[in-house]
């Protein structure tokens, strides 16, 4: 079955406490990225991969890196997590990124609580 | 990036029909997408449009674009309570989406 997989899909953390978000398709798609959710803000993209070991800003990149080793991994990584990061966030990948008939695909989601 | 604003909130009646407003900014869109999100799911792709196009049609749903004042809109017959849901729209920047707040529409039986 055609998905994309997150872990974990709930976490609850401290403030400094290093963590990482995995994200895994198995389409072989080249684009990947990651997003966070807030209320009437909609999605705002963090970060995308056109293709492995390629990875460039979203809108709101501050505080989240993330890399491309492979071509089925996108881990979204927060060295030192801050309270303005709790969040709801989504992995998404796709073949390409031409728009139109390429359809983003999203995982379940991830609810992040940073105490 | 560019702002992309929908209204937060449409209640409608099942069985009337549902009009989810959208603007947007970046007139160099190629593509502008209606996604649906279910609770505790992640976003569906519901239908695009191509930015020469002025409407297209897809069963119940019917989206309708007007380049010069950057503004698209969904509209779904026949609304039904299956359709309760989150409603965003985006643009592609790029390479990039950017996203509406998304509008919760709510059926009412």
């Known amino acids: 079955e055609a998905q994309v997989t997150q872990n974990p899909r709930y976490l609850i953390t401290v403030t400094g406490k290093k963590l990482t978000v995995t994200c895994s398709q198995n389409?072989?798609?080249?684009?990947m990225s990651w997003y966070r959710q807030d209320p009437g803000l909609g999605l705002r993209q963090i970060y995308y991969s056109m293709n492995v070991e390629v990875t460039d800003k979203g809108d709101v990149p501050e505080g989240y890196k993330v890399s491309r080793k492979e071509k089925r991994n996108f881990p979204l990584i927060l060295e030192s997590p801050s309270p303005n990061q709790t969040s709801l966030y989504f992995c998404?990948?796709?073949?390409?990124?031409?728009?139109?008939?390429?359809?983003?695909?999203f995982g379940p989601g991830t609810r992040l609580l940073v105490l | 990036g560019e702002d992309v604003e929908q209204s937060l909130f449409l209640s409608v009646r099942e069985g009337d029909s549902s009009v989810i407003n959208c603007t947007y900014t970046d007139s160099s869109s190629t593509y502008l997408y209606w996604y649906k999100q279910e609770p505790g799911a992640g976003l569906q792709l519901l239908t695009y449009i191509f930015s020469n196009m002025d409407m297209k049609q897809d069963q119940r749903l019917t989206v309708l674009l007007n380049k010069k004042d950057k503004h698209l809109s969904l509209r779904i017959a026949d609304t039904q309570t299956g359709d309760s849901a989150i409603y965003f729209c985006a643009e592609n920047a790029g390479n990039m989406l950017t996203f509406g707040g998304g509008t919760r529409l709510m059926v009412k039986p």
């Open positions: 389409m072989n798609h080249e684009y």
């Open positions: 998404a990948s796709s073949p390409w990124f031409a728009g139109g008939q390429e359809t983003q695909y």
